[in-house]
């Protein structure tokens, strides 16, 4: 247990909405190791956000952490995430873990260059030799494959959405955070400058020693730069396991479903199939299990109980009272 | 079937260099500079026709005043003008106005009607300045001071300070300012005693003489005391609103969340992140406020007796001094246009995202 860096247990997260509470996270628990490569897929507005936001406290005003504890483990010490108090909270963020948002483009303070941003977040965590994070800053950004010299004098409004977007990637890593949250990296991006992310993170994770959450709804970045993979429905975990047992040996029929919805470039061809029926309502989930309405598997048990998750393989984890029949 | 194909010619754009003239035009200072001429030949035309288009005129306001104050005959009052005045009303208005405007080319704004041999450049000399300071020490004090109340009430937002400051801001903003000067007066006056009146009047107290000194400083702020209260007061509302409704929305930014995920303190991010962001827009606001207060300063000095420029405006209307009214309303164009221009590339500064004078073409 000496790796773990990151223990979520049991955690409920809430939004009152005007039609009822939204359960956006429902008893999620899970571990990150460190240097470890953990990926959240899911649909959109299957709570994958909330949960990332809920690590590093930033959920809206409204929202509340109704149960759960968040451990973050670094150099045999232990904090407890859920009792930080505000100063301790905005020390332990981005410097401990960062979280890189979706939607780049307007992350950046437009009336800021992006040198000023770097120093400030540095200044911000008692770092004050501006030298030196300069020249940990152009590190940095020639492992994003940036310019560091144009970069570093722009304005956010004069570099391209990819190139923003790796220009966070490169100030999440400037305070050498043990743990760095993605929260859908590749999203608003076109193809190309997707492919060029991926290699970027790749070569990351290669060079440096970080673990990484990334939060995604494209499988197939997942399968490129996960060590593990979560399904995430309905705010739930469903399935747990190695990257090579979600894809190989999925044990969730939502899993199984998410697998062939999507192409494969070298496996076998099998015909595409979108999963029917669409996303559940979060304030209201169906009873028992909440995939049951979508699932060709679901019998009256589904409909009334809700399956625990439970072990199905060495490292793989699922929430289904039927996973023998799915891939048997 | 036989395509025929033909070679298209294609001519290649050469490379010109702009010349001298493309580059002057493009250049965004220099339109700005011809834009704001423009206007103010427009303002000053309009206003020499405008201001001949009053009921009555100077001589036979002189001729009406001579006979009520002093009970002269309509005859003799006439003849008491005609001898002074050596102006002919009568003449075509086009030759007047080109006049006019041959004089003012050359930079003379002609002499007042009424006091015989005042150049009217004295008479905005002696008293622009003084709503000028007047003027803009309260647009400086109501936009500062607008700007963090607005934020105080953003970061607030729902609670009774924001309600009690909300509240505030939208009568201030809805009372019109020569009210308040008036309900001022009386109240802090007669009523309550709290200030002097009488002692208050004017610009500065007599016999006090102008210099570096700190008595005359005092001096100059205790008589422009009450006109800059009610400046603020009926200016620093808007400010507040606007500041509050531009924060809230900055609020919600992306970049602001990722400044709290990246720790920043609360500090750097109310000021950096969400303060000069915020405030953007209302730098756009400065400018056309700036012309609001110089018109709402000719009803306030006429109240407070403060002497500036638009007292003598209004005395100016009063007795229809044509030049000196034309002289002050250009003034006031004048003012009111290099504030805007000023705002606009001070704007450009603020905004990085506005690139101005790099020869854009739009």
Same mark, same amino acid.
């Given at each position: 247990?000496?790796?773990?860096?990151?223990?979520?247990?049991?955690?409920?997260?809430?939004?009152?909405?005007?039609?009822?509470?939204?359960?956006?996270?429902?008893?999620?628990?899970?571990?990150?190791?460190?240097?470890?490569?953990?990926?959240?897929?899911?649909?959109?507005?299957? %709570?994958?956000?909330?949960? %990332?936001?809920?690590?590093?406290?930033?959920?809206?005003?409204?929202? *509340?952490?109704?149960?759960?504890?968040?451990?973050?483990?670094?150099?045999?010490?232990?904090?407890?995430?859920?009792?930080?108090?505000?100063?301790?909270?905005?020390?332990?963020?981005?410097?401990?873990?960062?979280?890189?948002?979706? %939607?780049?483009?307007?992350?950046?303070?437009?009336?800021?260059?992006?040198?000023?941003?770097?120093?400030?977040?540095?200044?911000?965590?008692?770092?004050?030799?501006?030298?030196?994070?300069?020249?940990?800053?152009?590190?940095?950004?020639?492992?994003?494959?940036?310019?560091?010299?144009?970069?570093?004098?722009?304005?956010?409004?004069?570099?391209?959405?990819?190139?923003?977007?790796?220009?966070?990637?490169?100030?999440?890593?400037?305070?050498?955070?043990?743990?760095?949250?993605?929260?859908?990296?590749?999203?608003?991006?076109?193809?190309?400058?997707?492919?060029?992310?991926?290699?970027?993170? *790749? *070569?990351?994770?290669?060079?440096?020693?970080?673990?990484?959450?990334?939060?995604?709804?494209?499988?197939?970045?997942?399968?490129?730069?996960?060590? *593990?993979?979560?399904?995430?429905?309905?705010?739930?975990?469903?399935?747990?396991?190695?990257?090579?047992?979600?894809?190989?040996?999925?044990?969730?029929?939502?899993?199984?479903?998410?697998?062939?919805?999507?192409?494969?470039?070298?496996?076998?061809?099998?015909?595409?199939?979108?999963?029917? %029926?669409?996303?559940?309502?979060?304030?209201?989930?169906?009873?028992?299990?909440?995939?049951?309405?979508?699932?060709?598997?679901?019998?009256?048990?589904?409909?009334?109980?809700?399956?625990?998750?439970?072990?199905?393989?060495?490292?793989?984890?699922?929430?289904?009272?039927?996973?023998?029949?799915?891939?048997? | 079937?036989?395509?025929?194909?033909?070679?298209?010619?294609?001519?290649?754009?050469?490379?010109?260099?702009?010349?001298?003239?493309?580059?002057?035009?493009?250049?965004?200072?220099?339109?700005?500079?011809?834009?704001?001429?423009?206007?103010?030949?427009?303002?000053?035309?309009?206003?020499?026709?405008?201001?001949?288009?009053?009921?009555?005129?100077?001589?036979?306001?002189?001729?009406?005043?001579?006979?009520?104050?002093?009970?002269?005959?309509?005859?003799?009052?006439?003849?008491?003008?005609?001898?002074?005045?050596?102006?002919?009303? #009568?003449?075509?208005?086009?030759?007047?106005?080109?006049?006019?405007?041959?004089?003012?080319?050359?930079? #003379?704004?002609?002499?007042?009607?009424?006091?015989?041999?005042?150049?009217?450049?004295?008479?905005?000399?002696?008293?622009?300045?003084?709503?000028?300071?007047?003027?803009?020490?309260?647009?400086?004090?109501?936009?500062?001071?607008?700007?963090?109340?607005? &934020?105080? &009430?953003?970061?607030?937002?729902?609670?009774?300070?924001?309600?009690?400051?909300?509240?505030?801001?939208?009568?201030?903003?809805?009372?019109?300012?020569?009210?308040?000067?008036?309900?001022?007066?009386?109240?802090?006056?007669?009523?309550?005693?709290?200030?002097?009146?009488?002692?208050?009047?004017?610009?500065?107290?007599?016999?006090?003489?102008?210099?570096?000194?700190?008595?005359?400083?005092?001096?100059?702020?205790?008589?422009?005391?009450?006109?800059?209260?009610?400046?603020?007061?009926?200016?620093?509302?808007?400010? &507040?609103?606007?500041?509050?409704?531009?924060?809230?929305?900055?609020?919600?930014? #992306?970049?602001?969340?990722?400044?709290?995920?990246?720790?920043?303190?609360?500090?750097?991010?109310?000021?950096?992140?969400?303060?000069?962001?915020?405030?953007?827009?209302?730098?756009?606001?400065?400018?056309?406020?700036?012309?609001?207060?110089?018109?709402?300063?000719?009803?306030?000095?006429?109240?407070?007796?403060?002497?500036?420029?638009?007292?003598?405006?209004?005395?100016?209307?009063?007795?229809? #001094?044509?030049?000196?009214?034309?002289?002050?309303?250009?003034?006031?164009?004048?003012?009111?246009?290099?504030?805007?221009?000023?705002?606009?590339?001070?704007?450009?500064?603020?905004?990085?995202?506005?690139?101005?004078?790099?020869?854009?073409?739009?």
């Amino acid at each position: 247990m000496s790796d773990l860096a990151l223990l979520v247990e049991d955690l409920w997260v809430e939004y009152p909405a005007r039609r009822g509470v939204v359960k956006a996270v429902r008893g999620v628990t899970f571990e990150v190791h460190r240097g470890e490569t953990l990926a959240l897929i899911g649909e959109s507005g299957s %709570g994958k956000t909330t949960l %990332g936001l809920a690590l590093v406290r930033l959920l809206p005003k409204a929202a *509340r952490i109704k149960r759960g504890r968040i451990m973050y483990y670094r150099n045999g010490t232990s904090q407890d995430i859920l009792a930080l108090n505000a100063e301790e909270l905005r020390r332990f963020r981005w410097q401990e873990c960062a979280m890189v948002f979706q %939607g780049a483009q307007n992350a950046l303070n437009p009336v800021l260059r992006i040198e000023a941003q770097f120093l400030d977040t540095a200044r911000a965590h008692g770092l004050s030799d501006a030298n030196a994070v300069r020249e940990r800053a152009v590190e940095l950004l020639k492992m994003v494959q940036l310019d560091p010299q144009r970069v570093l004098h722009s304005f956010p409004h004069e570099l391209s959405g990819g190139m923003r977007q790796r220009v966070l990637i490169a100030l999440g890593l400037l305070l050498q955070p043990q743990v760095i949250i993605l929260d859908e990296p590749t999203t608003a991006l076109d193809i190309l400058t997707q492919r060029s992310i991926i290699e970027v993170l *790749r *070569r990351l994770r290669a060079q440096l020693d970080f673990s990484l959450i990334f939060i995604s709804h494209d499988l197939s970045l997942a399968a490129e730069l996960a060590d *593990r993979v979560a399904t995430v429905y309905a705010g739930a975990i469903v399935e747990i396991g190695s990257v090579y047992d979600i894809f190989e040996r999925p044990r969730h029929p939502y899993t199984l479903a998410l697998t062939r919805s999507v192409p494969t470039v070298t496996g076998d061809m099998h015909p595409l199939a979108s999963i029917p %029926g669409s996303p559940p309502d979060l304030i209201a989930p169906p009873l028992g299990c909440a995939f049951h309405p979508r699932c060709p598997l679901a019998t009256d048990q589904c409909k009334r109980e809700e399956p625990p998750l439970e072990r199905v393989g060495k490292e793989q984890m699922a929430a289904c009272w039927h996973w023998r029949e799915v891939n048997p | 079937m036989a395509v025929q194909t033909a070679p298209i010619a294609v001519s290649l754009p050469e490379e010109v260099r702009p010349n001298l003239w493309q580059r002057l035009t493009r250049n965004y200072v220099f339109r700005r500079v011809i834009k704001a001429l423009a206007t103010i030949f427009v303002v000053v035309t309009v206003t020499f026709f405008l201001i001949r288009l009053m009921p009555s005129n100077p001589v036979e306001i002189f001729i009406q005043e001579q006979i009520s104050l002093y009970g002269m005959s309509y005859q003799e009052a006439r003849d008491q003008a005609s001898a002074l005045f050596a102006i002919d009303l #009568d003449a075509p208005l086009g030759q007047q106005y080109l006049e006019y405007l041959g004089n003012l080319l050359q930079g #003379d704004l002609g002499q007042s009607y009424r006091s015989k041999g005042t150049q009217v450049v004295d008479i905005i000399r002696q008293f622009l300045p003084w709503t000028l300071f007047s003027v803009g020490t309260s647009l400086l004090i109501s936009f500062v001071l607008g700007i963090g109340l607005g &934020m105080l &009430m953003a970061y607030r937002r729902e609670t009774p300070i924001d309600y009690a400051l909300s509240t505030f801001a939208s009568l201030v903003s809805s009372v019109p300012n020569y009210l308040i000067a008036i309900i001022l007066l009386v109240v802090l006056g007669p009523q309550l005693k709290i200030i002097n009146i009488a002692s208050m009047r004017g610009s500065i107290s007599p016999g006090v003489q102008p210099g570096f000194t700190l008595h005359f400083f005092l001096d100059v702020l205790y008589h422009a005391a009450m006109p800059i209260f009610v400046y603020v007061l009926t200016t620093i509302g808007g400010w &507040m609103l606007a500041m509050k409704s531009s924060t809230i929305a900055t609020l919600e930014e #992306d970049y602001v969340t990722v400044a709290r995920a990246r720790g920043l303190k609360d500090g750097r991010i109310m000021t950096s992140y969400v303060g000069r962001n915020a405030s953007l827009p209302l730098f756009t606001q400065l400018a056309i406020s700036i012309g609001f207060v110089f018109g709402g300063s000719v009803l306030i000095e006429g109240i407070f007796v403060y002497q500036g420029i638009g007292q003598q405006l209004i005395k100016a209307i009063n007795q229809r #001094d044509y030049p000196v009214m034309q002289g002050i309303f250009l003034i006031i164009t004048v003012s009111v246009i290099v504030a805007n221009l000023v705002a606009d590339l001070l704007y450009s500064r603020l905004d990085p995202r506005i690139r101005l004078g790099q020869g854009e073409t739009k």
